[in-house]
T-cell receptor, first 115, second 114 residues
Framework: AQKVTQAQTEISVVEKEDVTLDCVYE???????LFWYKQPPSGELVFLIR??????QNEISGRYSWNFQKSTSSFNFTITASQVVDSAVYFC????????????FGQGTRLTINP | DVKVTQSSRYLVKRTGEKVFLECVQD?????MFWYRQDPGLGLRLIYF???????EKGDIPEGYSVSREKKERFSLILESASTNQTSMYLC?????????????FGPGTRLTVT
């Protein structure tokens, strides 16, 4: 069975600080996809990124960056120079490449950026 | 833009009532999903569907059923609502095929069972 763990339940930082959200996953399969979603106060989950297990290159998109390390089964998410609009709940999720398209989600990390 | 809509943002029902949660997507997606979200537990999959009239159980199907009579609509049914079904319910859809498309989510329905 697959499992995703986000050990940080809540994080609170001051605006402009950098912050990293941790994600650790478990699967016996060697081929899978990893996702990050953002859930702002409005409630609707917004897709941020998808990575497949074949590609361990880190990715940067503006102030967002992702560090994927198969050796430690981690897919961490860093926000640089955080802004109040980054306040949300963030979810990490895993999906196997073979079989059903169901996502397995972590518990979520509530991020609060204080002005 | 993909749009996934859910019939209600907030719903209050009594124990024992039959409850219908409706989800509609407008992008001709084959796959549709129902999740419930609870604090500290993340999102857990209740049921999903790959096609019309097709359904598969997710991780927590007990106490729920689903219906998919049309491609764009996926309904979640609580046959006899109980207080432990008080939760946020999220619907999602994604294209079919072999690639791992992201799922598109609706705004959620916060259900309270009293």
């Amino acid at each position: 069975a697959q499992k995703v763990t986000q050990a940080q339940t809540e994080i609170s930082v001051v605006e402009k600080e950098d912050v990293t959200l941790d994600c650790v996953y478990e699967t016996r399969d060697t081929t899978y996809y990893l996702f990050w979603y953002k859930q702002p106060p409005s409630g609707e989950l917004v897709f941020l990124i998808r990575r497949n297990s074949f590609d361990e290159q880190n990715e940067i998109s503006g102030r967002y960056s992702w560090n994927f390390q198969k050796s430690t089964s981690s897919f961490n998410f860093t926000i640089t120079a955080s802004q109040v609009v980054d306040s949300a709940v963030y979810f990490c999720a895993l999906r196997l490449i073979q079989g059903a398209q169901k996502l397995v989600f972590g518990q979520g990390t509530r991020l609060t950026i204080n002005p | 833009d993909v749009k996934v809509t859910q019939s209600s943002r907030y719903l209050v029902k009594r124990t024992g009532e039959k409850v219908f949660l409706e989800c509609v997507q407008d992008m001709d997606h084959e796959n549709m999903f129902w999740y419930r979200q609870d604090p500290g537990l993340g999102l857990r999959l209740i049921y999903f569907s790959y096609d019309v009239k097709m359904k598969e159980k997710g991780d927590i199907p007990e106490g729920y059923s689903v219906s998919r009579e049309k491609k764009e609509r996926f309904s979640l049914i609580l046959e006899s609502a109980s207080t432990n079904q008080t939760s946020m319910y999220l619907c999602a859809s994604s294209p079919g095929g072999g690639d791992a498309y992201e799922q598109y989510f609706g705004p959620g329905t916060r259900l309270t069972v009293t």
